[in-house]
Nanobody
Framework: QVQLAESGGGLVQAGGSLRLSCAAS????????MGWFRQAPGKEREFVAV????????YYADSVKGRFTISRDNAKNTVYLQMNSLKPEDTAVYYC???????????????WGQGTQVTVSS
C-alpha cells in the first residue's frame, strides 16, 4: 500500500509560480513511477507529467512542457511539481499518483492522492 498526500496549491496570478509536493508513505513508495494529473471543473482528469522511480526519466504533456518541472527525492519519499509561467487554463485540482507502468493514462496508476487546488487568476 502507498498513501499519497499533496500540498502546495493555492491562488496565484497569471505568470506566477507554485511548487506542489506529494508526500508518499509505504515501504515500497520509492519503487513506483510518480505522475501528476489535473482535473478542471467539467473536464476529464488529464496527464501533466511523470517521473520514473529512479528519477532517470521524465515526460510532460505538451501543454506544460517548458513551464513545469517534475522531480523527486526518494530519501524523503516526496515528488515535486514546479510550475512556472502559470496561465488561467492551468486552474484545476492537481493529483499525484503512483504506478508501476510508464504511462500517461490514468488507468495505469494504482494509488492516488486527494488533490490540491490550484487557481490562476488573470
Amino acid at each position: 500500500q502507498v498513501q499519497l498526500a499533496e500540498s502546495g496549491g493555492g491562488l496565484v496570478q497569471a505568470g506566477g509560480s507554485l511548487r506542489l509536493s506529494c508526500a508518499a508513505s509505504g515501504r515500497t513508495a520509492s519503487s513506483y513511477h510518480m505522475g501528476w494529473f489535473r482535473q478542471a471543473p467539467g473536464k476529464e482528469r488529464e496527464f501533466v507529467a511523470v517521473i520514473s522511480w529512479s528519477a532517470g526519466g521524465t515526460y510532460y504533456a505538451d501543454s506544460v512542457k517548458g513551464r513545469f518541472t517534475i522531480s523527486r527525492d526518494n530519501a524523503k519519499n516526496t515528488v515535486y511539481l514546479q510550475m512556472n509561467s502559470l496561465k488561467p487554463e492551468d486552474t484545476a485540482v492537481y493529483y499525484c499518483a503512483a504506478g508501476k507502468m510508464w504511462t500517461a493514462r490514468t488507468s495505469g496508476y494504482d494509488y492516488w492522492g486527494q488533490g490540491t487546488q490550484v487557481t490562476v487568476s488573470s
